[in-house]
């Protein structure tokens, strides 16, 4: 006896192919939900409604070991089974997709499967959008969903699918958004009741919508990210004074992740001990989150932004642009060459080194002022040991130099369907070198 898992959409049998019909007519055993069931009302077989899969499993060992002639457990159905007839189980979509599949992989015989799948709802989905989708990533309802969401919501993912049920809604995958902020914005295409031939819709909402709206419970949630980000007008006069929401800043579609996150933000100026006047570098400054943040606080201070790639180039003028402000002077080039050519620093930040930190350190120490401060913001082990060598050489050579680390490991709190939990952010060393007064 074989047991064939049939893919069926919401077009019943009438989207089998003739290969899947033939089978689903040869059943012994017809095992699927009431829905899936009703497709077939002129079947005389024996039919299972599918509460629960892993109840299923053990009635459909129990047929598997009567054919094998072994002894049942009490209970054991008494149908005559012929070697001819088969088990078939019908389920949404492709199997081995975010489906049943690979449960009954781990729990029946493997010689004893076979798959039919049908179009996934993604498949149809983006077909629908006529969006090509092999570039797509996808998060099933099963499993860790909001950490799987979650993360690639942080990274800045072009294409995300969805699939929703009565848990995972798209009001919950809305709220999940809207709590973590983040500079990336999305398009939201709702596909609900896909292969229906009455009550199939796809439609783009706002986000707002999806926190009001109804769907279907059987939706799939289609997120394109917005390239070139949706410059939304910023509302200065409410913006904190400090702490600028990570949402404000605009970053680029091909480098997602350049905001430094407001916790982490605060901490680094905290470290950097501002005073009005300063002259400041900002070394691989990203968007530029952490030159505007200072340079709303400090008008009269001059703050140079240094970023490497043009996107990031142009993005930071993009962000001090919709700030208004006029100290920030954006500086297109590599570190540490471009380092040369800039006014003497009280304070320098440095984000992102891109390689070659050693030297940068040397420049920078170079061209600090007496009195200055060298802030980074390292996420590797092996670029803190490089400071930590840098550092022992250089206090050996001039004693008035001094260092010391603030380890951060922060997480904010999201709702995640009808509970809150903490999302953590990227721990991050924060590295304060002194250079005192002789």
Same mark, same amino acid.
């Given at each position: 006896?074989?047991?064939?898992?049939?893919?069926?959409?919401?077009?019943?049998?009438?989207?089998?192919?003739?290969?899947?019909?033939?089978?689903?007519?040869?059943?012994?055993?017809?095992?699927?939900?009431?829905?899936?069931?009703?497709?077939?009302? !002129?079947?005389?077989?024996?039919?299972?409604?599918?509460?629960?899969?892993?109840?299923?499993?053990?009635?459909?060992?129990?047929?598997?070991?009567?054919?094998?002639?072994?002894?049942?457990?009490?209970?054991?159905?008494?149908?005559?089974?012929?070697?001819?007839?088969?088990?078939?189980?019908?389920?949404?979509?492709?199997?081995?997709?975010?489906?049943?599949?690979?449960?009954?992989?781990?729990?029946?015989?493997? @010689?004893?499967?076979?798959?039919?799948?049908?179009?996934?709802?993604?498949?149809?989905?983006?077909?629908?959008?006529?969006?090509?989708?092999?570039?797509?990533?996808?998060?099933?309802?099963?499993?860790?969903?909001?950490?799987?969401?979650?993360?690639?919501?942080?990274?800045?993912?072009?294409?995300?699918?969805?699939?929703?049920?009565?848990?995972?809604?798209? /009001?919950?995958?809305?709220?999940?958004?809207? +709590?973590?902020?983040?500079?990336?914005?999305?398009?939201?295409?709702?596909?609900?009741?896909?292969?229906?031939?009455?009550?199939?819709?796809?439609?783009?909402?706002?986000?707002? /919508?999806?926190?009001?709206?109804?769907?279907?419970?059987?939706?799939?949630?289609?997120?394109?990210?917005?390239?070139?980000?949706?410059?939304?007008?910023?509302?200065?006069?409410?913006?904190?004074?400090?702490?600028?929401?990570?949402?404000?800043?605009?970053?680029?579609?091909?480098?997602?992740?350049?905001?430094?996150?407001? @916790?982490?933000?605060?901490?680094?100026?905290?470290?950097?001990?501002?005073?009005?006047?300063?002259?400041?570098?900002?070394?691989?400054?990203?968007?530029?989150?952490?030159?505007?943040?200072?340079?709303?606080?400090?008008? !009269?201070? @001059?703050?140079? +932004?240094?970023?490497?790639?043009?996107?990031?180039?142009?993005?930071? @003028?993009?962000?001090?642009?919709?700030?208004?402000?006029?100290?920030?002077?954006?500086?297109?080039?590599?570190?540490?060459?471009?380092?040369?050519?800039?006014?003497?620093?009280?304070?320098?930040?440095?984000?992102?080194?891109?390689?070659?930190?050693?030297?940068?350190?040397?420049?920078?120490?170079?061209?600090?002022?007496?009195?200055?401060?060298?802030?980074?913001?390292?996420? /590797?082990?092996?670029?803190?040991?490089?400071?930590?060598?840098?550092?022992?050489?250089?206090?050996?050579?001039?004693?008035?130099?001094?260092?010391?680390?603030?380890?951060?490991?922060?997480?904010?709190?999201?709702?995640?369907?009808?509970?809150?939990?903490?999302? +953590?952010?990227?721990?991050?060393?924060?590295?304060?070198?002194?250079?005192?007064?002789?």
């Amino acid at each position: 006896m074989a047991v064939h898992v049939v893919g069926i959409g919401l077009d019943g049998a009438a989207g089998l192919s003739s290969s899947a019909l033939q089978v689903v007519e040869m059943a012994a055993l017809l095992v699927g939900s009431d829905r899936h069931l009703s497709y077939f009302p !002129q079947l005389s077989c024996e039919r299972w409604v599918l509460a629960d899969l892993t109840t299923a499993i053990v009635e459909i060992r129990r047929w598997l070991a009567q054919e094998a002639d072994l002894e049942p457990d009490a209970g054991t159905l008494e149908t005559p089974i012929s070697s001819s007839q088969v088990i078939v189980i019908l389920v949404e979509g492709d199997p081995l997709f975010y489906g049943w599949g690979k449960l009954l992989i781990a729990q029946l015989p493997a @010689e004893k499967l076979t798959f039919h799948p049908h179009v996934s709802s993604v498949q149809l989905a983006f077909n629908r959008l006529q969006i090509p989708w092999q570039d797509a990533h996808f998060v099933g309802s099963q499993g860790r969903y909001f950490e799987e969401l979650t993360a690639k919501l942080k990274l800045g993912v072009e294409k995300i699918a969805v699939l929703a049920d009565e848990t995972h809604t798209p /009001a919950a995958l809305a709220n999940l958004v809207k +709590a973590l902020d983040l500079p990336a914005r999305y398009q939201f295409w709702v596909c609900e009741n896909l292969g229906s031939a009455h009550d199939e819709r796809v439609g783009l909402r706002s986000l707002s /919508a999806l926190l009001g709206e109804s769907f279907a419970p059987l939706s799939v949630v289609v997120m394109l990210r917005e390239s070139p980000p949706r410059a939304e007008p910023l509302d200065l006069e409410k913006l904190p004074l400090l702490g600028i929401p990570d949402a404000a800043f605009i970053g680029c579609g091909d480098k997602p992740g350049l905001t430094v996150e407001r @916790e982490v933000r605060v901490l680094v100026l905290a470290q950097l001990a501002l005073q009005p006047g300063h002259v400041i570098w900002d070394v691989g400054a990203g968007n530029g989150s952490v030159s505007i943040e200072i340079a709303r606080l400090f008008p !009269q201070s @001059e703050v140079y +932004a240094i970023e490497k790639t043009v996107s990031g180039t142009s993005a930071i @003028e993009f962000n001090y642009g919709r700030f208004g402000l006029q100290n920030v002077f954006s500086i297109y080039g590599t570190a540490p060459e471009i380092l040369h050519r800039l006014r003497p620093p009280h304070r320098i930040f440095i984000g992102c080194s891109g390689g070659g930190l050693t030297k940068i350190l040397g420049v920078c120490a170079l061209r600090l002022l007496p009195g200055g401060s060298i802030v980074l913001a390292l996420d /590797a082990f092996e670029d803190i040991a490089t400071v930590l060598s840098w550092m022992g050489d250089r206090v050996r050579r001039e004693p008035h130099w001094s260092y010391r680390i603030l380890q951060v490991q922060l997480s904010r709190s999201v709702a995640g369907g009808n509970s809150t939990r903490f999302d +953590a952010l990227r721990p991050v060393s924060i590295v304060t070198i002194d250079r005192h007064l002789n």
